[in-house]
């Protein structure tokens, strides 16, 4: 364990981190690396060419102030995603849960293998790679979509639970997931259940058994629902979107990266209306859509400017460009074990509802849904196009739940379900949470996605943990 740095925020104690970790976990067990045993069981997985043998795996350490140097509980902060890397706040109010949190643990941050600091995934870094692999003689798609496998959720729990081993000498701990954090949850809960005293989650329990095309059957209707209940909020927005729309469709719109932007992109505005205050966001960034006059929608909409601050708002929203594993890794997130070509999911289930046509007016946004065309006109996610491809048509992922692991389970997990969730569908939640021993549930349609990063929803499952006596475990009582 190498400690990079300690220092102080606001209100907040950090220590900086960070271990080595394979790539390539298959075959390879925490415990026993953890001992300095390096022999892989069973067949050895051919190397990826042009790939690294280990990773980089950066993490941070908070403690309120007071206990900077208390032993205190650990509680591991599984991030959403897929590709976003740990929080780094600015106080303890800045993301709700830490200040609760920092009460009781000390919080562990984690940035995912490939995010943040922790041996970072870009188009740079898979172009360089597939340079790496045809020079080798290999197949650089092929390489490229082989390392992409390494960075789901199978190797990201073995990495926390050899984190776990090495850094903080064995000690369970809690984790708390948010979104794709829940994911990891139950992953986690499926392989090294021992490693954790108790769990929380946020909007992120999955369906199991996964399936991509269930998941966007049941999102797209909540996505169209929820671009009416937008125009119900801002009727005049109806006809605003629709004449930028219809100025993108006639052609000759650049965003300020130089990419196009198409009706479609103007679509994954929609992918923030799981959010609060997202329809307020969406009002204001229309309302100076138009450069001239006074932003009202010129009689002459085909023909007009769109503004420079629009083009920008639009780009900041859309690009993934710190996190390009998030559309990458999108729909391989339901990828367990052997499983029928997911072969763009959202697109099949786009196709069928022609109200998410581009053509189709008042305009209709899209979700947490990627698409082909992303590939081919994002720059940041160019270089990954072919290896889409590949993946998209692959049968084999590594195994991420056990089932009859997941219904014996006797670690207390306490998951909040967001009723109106637009990304994470309540039902599908609720199906898998009634075959998972010593979980329950707090359904609420109070809040949405991101109800984890107020005040309330920690607060409200830690409290509903400790009062039914499911924290003894993990704070040592």
């Known amino acids: 364990m190498a400690q990079l740095a300690s220092y102080y925020v606001p209100g907040l104690y950090v220590e900086d981190h960070a271990i080595d970790v394979p790539l390539d976990w298959r075959g390879l067990e925490p415990a026993l690396l953890a001992m300095g045993l390096t022999m892989r069981a069973g067949a050895f997985p051919d190397p990826i060419p042009g790939a690294p043998e280990s990773l980089r795996l950066f993490y941070r350490v908070l403690a309120a102030p007071e206990h900077a140097h208390d032993d205190l509980p650990l509680l591991v902060f599984l991030q959403g995603g897929p590709g976003g890397e740990g929080p780094r706040p600015t106080s303890p109010a800045a993301d709700g849960w830490i200040a609760e949190a920092i009460k009781h643990f000390r919080v562990v941050l984690p940035d995912q293998r490939g995010t943040g600091r922790s041996s970072r995934v870009s188009g740079r870094t898979i172009a360089e790679l597939g340079m790496r692999a045809q020079a080798a003689g ?21 990495d926390f639970e050899y984190l776990r081993l090495t850094a903080f000498e064995g000690r369970p701990w809690v984790t708390l997931g948010q979104s794709y954090g829940g994911f990891l949850t139950l992953a986690y809960l499926s392989s090294y259940p021992t490693g954790i005293s108790a769990s929380f989650t946020a909007g992120g329990i999955p369906h199991v058994p996964a399936s991509a095309a269930e998941v966007y059957a049941r999102t797209f209707p909540r996505m169209a629902e929820k671009t009416r209940q937008y125009y119900a909020r801002y009727p005049e927005d109806a006809a605003r979107v629709a004449a930028v729309a219809d100025r993108v469709a006639a052609g000759d719109v650049a965003l300020p990266d130089g990419s196009p932007l198409t009706v479609a992109r103007l679509q994954l505005l929609g992918s923030d209306f799981g959010m609060k205050p997202s329809f307020e966001r969406m009002h204001w960034l229309f309302d100076h859509a138009f450069e001239d006059g006074c932003g009202d929608v010129p009689a002459d909409h085909l023909g007009a400017a769109l503004s420079d601050g629009f083009l920008m708002g639009v780009l900041d929203r859309t690009t993934t460009r710190a996190n390009p594993l998030y559309w990458t890794l999108q729909e391989f997130i339901y990828a367990d074990g052997t499983t029928p070509p997911i072969g763009w999911a959202a697109e099949r289930e786009r196709a069928g509802r022609p109200e998410f046509d581009v053509d189709a007016r008042p ?6 849904a990627c698409f082909p065309w992303m590939f081919a006109e994002m720059p940041e996610l160019k270089p ?25 389970n006797e670690v207390p997990l306490e ?3 967001y009723f109106d969730d637009m990304y994470v569908d309540a039902g599908l939640q609720l199906d898998t949470l009634s075959r998972v021993g010593a979980s329950h549930a707090w359904v609420t349609n109070e809040f949405e996605h991101d ?27």
């Open 363 to 368: 305009l209709t946004f899209t979700g947490e």
């Open 384 to 408: 990954f196009a072919r290896a889409m491809e590949l993946l998209m048509a692959d049968t084999e992922f590594d195994r991420v739940y056990d089932p009859v692991r997941l219904a014996a």
């Open 451 to 477: 109800g984890l990063h107020g005040d309330t929803v920690f607060r409200h499952l830690f409290e509903e943990a400790l009062g039914r006596g499911a924290l003894a475990r993990a704070l040592g009582a």
């Open 415 to 417: 998951a909040a379900v």
């Open 138 to 158: 290999a197949d650089p798609a092929r390489a490229q979509a082989d390392f992409l496998k390494r960075f789901l959720a199978p190797s990201i729990v073995r």
